[in-house]
């Protein structure tokens, strides 16, 4: 009998906590959306470009130029060191936004394929554009913090690595979305896939002025242009990224005295006086008594 009781009690226990715990839980807290990473890149580069720009024509760096490269803009200080905050904050912005249009992509691959799952193929696709994404972040860090003035080859690696792994970033993302165009605007898609033209055109063109004609103000403006159509196709993402919430489910842990409580209000409710003695004395020491987890003889009961 005092092993039946002591399972009750035990079960009532066990069904009293996962009461508590789900009638505790609450909803999740956090921010409405994250539809403000892509206009937050927007204004992070243009401030760094106003900044860098105005503390270069006013300190005379600009090699004589009306108006030169990007990269002469941050090669001397204190400019340089405005250039490399600047471009980190946006580097670590670009890939919030990336990681979250990552999670977007696969959630849309999976709403949209016949068994609710994503293909292998389209995984290692979305992964892919994922990590062109992020090199061209890194790219990007690297050149605010190697300046043309100290390392010409780096500097200049880096900048090709922007334009040419989001160019990747873009054109895999844009051909996935074609598997699910359920979930876009045709008017989205449409724009994704002219901004990504004008992209690769404008970076070609940049590519030959800059080998063939050497204008620097030609390339300034062409620099600036790809920049900005890099840029604006992010901000095509801010529809989806409203409907995404960042936050933490939180649950209401019970107290184990209010606990213990309702375990032994419902589990002992209606028995007999001594019965229910016999039961809260076998939840208290369910193994064995203090005398026998010592291996000491009992007391005999006339002493």
């Known amino acids: 009998p005092d092993a039946g009781q002591r399972d009750t009690v ?103 394929s016949c068994n609710g799952e994503v293909s292998y193929r389209d995984r290692l696709l979305t992964n892919a554009a994922l990590f062109f994404g992020l090199m061209s972040s890194i790219g990007l860090l690297g050149t605010g913090a190697v300046q043309s003035s100290i390392l010409d080859y780096v500097h200049k690696g880096f900048a090709g690595c922007i334009f040419i792994f989001i160019g990747f970033n873009f054109a895999v993302l844009c051909y996935l979305e074609t598997k699910c165009t359920a979930r876009y605007s045709r008017r989205t898609l449409y724009t994704r896939r002219a901004v990504l033209a004008a992209f690769w055109a404008v970076f070609v063109s940049l590519v030959v002025c800059e080998l063939a004609f050497h ?48 375990c032994v209000e419902s589990a002992l409710g209606g028995l007999e006086p001594a019965a229910m003695v016999a039961a809260v004395t076998s939840q208290l020491c369910p193994a064995e008594t203090e005398t026998e987890a010592l291996n000491v003889p009992p007391v005999p009961s006339d002493v």
């Open 10 to 112: 035990k079960d009532a226990s066990f069904t009293s906590g996962e009461r508590e715990t789900m009638a505790g839980a609450g909803t999740p807290t956090g921010l409405g959306g994250l539809q403000f990473i892509p206009p937050l890149g927007f204004l992070s580069i243009t401030i760094t470009f106003l900044v860098t720009y105005t503390m270069c024509f006013r300190n005379g760096h600009t090699d004589g130029e009306p108006l030169p490269y990007i990269s002469t803009a941050i090669q001397s200080p204190p400019e340089s060191c405005y250039g490399a905050l600047g471009f980190g904050l946006t580097a670590m912005v670009i890939a919030m936004g990336l990681l979250v249009k990552h999670g977007i992509t696969l959630e849309n691959l999976a709403a949209c």
């Open 215 to 262: 204008s620097s103000t030609g390339c300034a403006i062409l620099e600036f242009v790809d920049v900005y159509l890099y840029i604006g196709y992010t901000l095509t993402y801010v529809d989806e990224f409203r409907r995404v919430r960042l936050g933490v489910a939180h649950a209401a842990v019970p107290k184990r005295d209010e606990c213990e409580c309702d």
